[in-house]
T-cell receptor
């Protein structure tokens, strides 16, 4: 079965640094998402992306966050100046049209020191 | 956005059926009801989805109330590998909010 690929699997960064988390969604999908999960907590929606623009975003997705689909295959999440509380597992997901079944990647564990 | 409510935890014995309930009283007409599960140290995994009619697949069954304000995920014979957090979410245009989910424990 096709899958969503995320890189890196682990990322360690210093507070205040910029990080870019990368995702390769399933090739014929149209909708792209980022979620995060702080250790021991529930999965939280960050942002959805369709037709080269953000379609929805949560309160968490502030000016420090941005998303981009630079080349038609990758989907990136950038955190401009990381904070300690950004430490979490970040999941990328994609879906096709219709029922919007979500396919999740295996996540990037971000640790901000 | 529409919210779902699930019990915090449930227990089952191996080889027995499990019924996991979900309330979504503010569902809108175009929301799909999706179920995902998250095994320890893994990303969420699709289980099943439906709109109005009950659905069956190789993993589970989904029973949807006639007014669509609640649904039940049915695992016909729980195995130890089914121990996970089960999330019921409503999917429509763009935004999908995961609730707290139900932690299912399966006892041998």
């Amino acid at each position: 079965e096709p899958e969503v690929t995320q890189t890196p699997s682990h990322q360690v960064t210093q507070m205040g640094q910029e990080v870019i988390l990368r995702c390769v969604p399933i090739s014929n999908h149209l909708y792209f998402y980022w979620y995060r999960q702080i250790l021991g907590q529930k999965v939280e929606f960050l942002v959805s992306f369709y037709n080269n623009e953000i379609s929805e975003k949560s309160e968490i997705f502030d000016d420090q966050f941005s998303v981009e689909r630079p080349d038609g295959s990758n989907f990136t999440l950038k955190i401009r100046s990381t904070k300690l509380e950004d430490s979490a597992m970040y999941f990328c997901a994609s879906s096709g049209a219709g029922s919007r079944k979500l396919f999740f990647g295996s996540g990037t564990q971000l640790s901000v020191l | 956005d529409a919210k779902t409510t699930q019990p915090n935890s449930m227990e089952s014995n191996e080889e027995e059926p499990v019924h996991l309930p979900c309330n979504h009283s503010t569902i809108s007409g175009t929301d799909y009801i999706h179920w995902y599960r998250q095994l320890p140290s893994q990303g969420p995994e699709y289980v099943i989805h439906g709109l109005t009619s009950n659905v069956n697949n190789r993993m589970a069954s989904l029973a949807i109330a006639e007014d669509r304000k609640s649904s039940t995920l049915i695992l016909h014979r729980a195995t130890l590998r089914d121990a996970a957090v089960y999330y019921c979410i409503l999917l429509n245009a763009g935004k999908s909010t995961f609730g707290d989910g139900t932690t299912l424990t399966v006892k041998p």
